[in-house]
């Protein structure tokens, strides 16, 4: 018991000390909403999108509260993570090009970034046990990675302007 107190006040002295925590990984949630179907979605406050198939769409834009959830098949993305949330299930692929995120992504399955990637301040990036992250290029993360998969960077990872990641050293793999 005195082991368990002793780790305890250790974990909350580091937390303060150094501003880093874990997020909880939510469970995936179901698949509903509206099918992505056509080029410039914009999914806003209230909104819920999902994928279920293998498509490309363009003018894709995830603000305000907006959900988009990559259920099956790969999606091929560009356009704007200004909010929200997204989920990329196990089994399931999301390709993007976009280079800045300012959403909150919770990967269980694939997440690729051709190009290379800055997640601001007010993104979250999270990625499950299941999850494998590929990034083409730098990511410079400004808030919270937490990475509990396989994270892919044929660039340099960097942690700017306060950012804090978890699981970057032991389960990262920098090629």
């Known amino acids: 018991m005195k082991h368990l107190v002793l780790i305890l006040i250790c974990c909350i002295a580091f937390e303060i000390s ?41 003018g894709f834009t995830i603000s305000n509260g907006g959900i988009f959830i990559v259920c099956a098949g790969t999606v091929t993305v560009t356009g704007n993570f200004n909010g929200g949330n997204i989920y990329i299930l196990a089994g399931a692929t999301l390709i993007t090009s976009s280079t800045t995120i300012s959403c909150d992504i919770y990967n269980y399955g694939t997440l690729n ?12 990036l999270v990625n499950a046990t299941t999850g494998i992250i590929n990034v083409t ?14 994270t892919n960077i044929s ?12 699981g970057m050293s032991s389960n990262s793999k920098l090629n």
């Open 18 to 58: 150094y501003g880093i925590s874990c997020t909880t990984i939510p469970a995936s949630p179901s698949c509903t909403g509206t099918q992505l179907t056509a080029d410039n979605t914009n999914i806003g406050s209230g909104q819920t999108y999902y994928n279920n198939t293998t498509q490309t769409r363009g």
């Open 113 to 124: 970034f051709t190009s290379g990637l800055t997640v601001n301040g007010s993104g979250l």
């Open 137 to 150: 290029g730098n990511l410079n993360e400004n808030t919270v990675l937490n990475n509990y998969g396989v």
């Open 155 to 166: 660039g340099t990872y960097s942690m700017v302007n306060g950012g804090t990641g978890t």
